[in-house]
Nanobody, 115 residues
Framework: QVQLVESGGGLVQPGGSLRLSCTAS????????MGWYRQAPGKERELVAT???????NYEDSVKGRFTISRDNPKNTVYLQGNSLKPEDTAVYYC?????????WGKGTLVTVSS
């Protein structure tokens, strides 16, 4: 059974930083594309960033230059480092793993950017 468990969310002031982690189990992590999505109140879930098995990354325009996605295959973990956080980054952040036609999701971790 595939499980994705996120951690690292919380309250951060505007301009601050946060690092989210997502650890996978029950699947060969290193061969899959990993991603972070987010869903703000009243909005649809949107892609934030992805990293392929070979390390290629892709970012949503609003986070380019502020967020960094990375992966540690021996630890089965993907990270999302967010810097210069803005109130509009407030959302529940979800970890995603793609295995062919299958997509797996974590339960999410809440990030609140507020003074």
């Amino acid at each position: 059974q595939v499980q994705l468990v996120e951690s690292g969310g919380g309250l951060v002031q505007p301009g601050g930083s946060l690092r989210l982690s997502c650890t996978a189990s029950g699947i060969i992590f290193s061969s899959n594309t990993m991603g972070w999505y987010r869903q703000a109140p009243g909005k649809e879930r949107e892609l934030v960033a992805t990293v392929t098995s070979s390390g290629n990354t892709n970012y949503e325009d609003s986070v380019k230059g502020r967020f960094t996605i990375s992966r540690d295959n021996p630890k089965n973990t993907v990270y999302l480092q967010g810097n210069s956080l803005k109130p509009e980054d407030t959302a529940v952040y979800y970890c995603n793993l793609r295995d062919g036609a299958m997509a797996y999701w974590g339960k999410g971790t809440l990030v609140t950017v507020s003074s």
